[in-house]
């Protein structure tokens, strides 16, 4: 079987494939790249263009297809990119922190996951202040902080 190689991408440009095929919004992918919005779209326009892609889902496909993402890997990596490593999880990063996120709805964590890397660090900040307040409460109170998140 011959192996199909694509043409070189730059590292952003295959960063934001990769996010693209992990199903990333537009203003995800800026967020996590710190670029702006209208970039992300515009950057995305060009390869769709590039490689003649009706969508994104056919640019991704097409990008397996030519070896450009790694077909054996899942989710294809994203990082680094300007110092941007991999890309950002909050809902990684609340869980690290001790936070019981997998028991809320969710709609709940839908809305956690798409905190950025800053409003999670409050958000941890606010919720260890809280236990530290609330230290030897009872279970009601620990209720009430999960609403919180």
Known sequence: MTSIRGPEMSTRALVLVAMVARGHTTDRVARALRLSRHTVGEEISVLLDRFNCRNRAELVAYCYVHRILPVDIWPPPCGP?????????????????????????????????????????????????????????????????????
């Open 81 to 149: 990119v300007n110092g941007v490593s991999d890309m950002f999880d909050p809902l990684t990063a609340l869980r690290e922190a001790g936070l019981p996120v997998d028991q809320l709805s969710a709609a709940q964590r839908d809305v956690l996951a798409r905190l950025t890397e800053e409003e999670t660090t409050v958000v941890v900040s606010v919720q260890h202040r809280l236990n530290q307040a609330d230290a030897g409460a009872d279970a009601e109170v620990w209720a009430h902080n999960l609403k919180l998140l």
